[in-house]
């Protein structure tokens, strides 16, 4: 029997052959992009666009006193919270979930849109829980129908949340306004 040593100069061979074959058919090779006149679109020049000139802002006409539908005074952004009223809010526990019920009336004659947070406090300022009220849609974005409207909440929580003192807190970056 012959000795089987291989020949190191034909397996390098055979590997660097082999290397070049996955790069050519990996798509591995170098590619300079190249502009084509026939194919690239020029490039869109535009002629300087001419600066409008300034005019002054018209000063509003009725003195610029709004009113809503009572005839009171708008002074601020909370204004339409004067006609939500809050009645038979409860806290309750089922099925190791904490829940709040609550209804709220609208006495303004129109829909009132808003948001509503409850916040959870322990030691009467250590907040611990918190949710959206919701309505009967599922709805975040609260639409407060003239007359009564049941909400709704679920707080996530493994607190026991029964006995804790606990706030309504309207957002006012959501508003507190009429839809229409």
């Known amino acids: 029997m012959g000795d089987c040593k291989p020949n190191l100069k034909l397996v390098s061979c055979y590997v660097a052959f082999a290397v070049l074959l996955t790069c050519f058919l990996s798509g591995c090779l170098v590619a300079i992009p190249v502009i084509r006149d026939d194919i690239t ?24 006193v709004r009113t809503d539908a009572f005839g009171v005074q708008i002074a601020a952004g909370d204004h339409f919270i004067r006609y939500l009223e809050f009645s038979n809010v409860s806290v309750y526990e089922q099925s190791g979930d904490t829940f709040l019920d609550a209804m709220v009336t609208n006495s303004y004659p129109e829909p009132i849109m808003c948001s509503i947070i409850v916040r959870f406090f322990e030691s009467g300022s250590i907040e611990v ?17 003239p007359g009564t409207n049941y909400l709704y909440a679920q707080i996530d929580t493994d607190l026991s949340l029964v006995e804790l003192d606990f706030e309504l807190e309207y957002d006012l970056a959501v508003g507190v306004q009429p839809v229409g």
């Open 129 to 145: 829980a918190s949710a959206n009220l919701q309505a009967g849609d599922g709805a975040y974005a609260l639409v407060l129908a």
């Open 41 to 64: 679109a020029p490039p869109v020049t535009e002629a300087p666009t001419e600066t409008p000139a300034p005019e002054p802002t018209p000063s509003p006409s009725s003195g610029g």
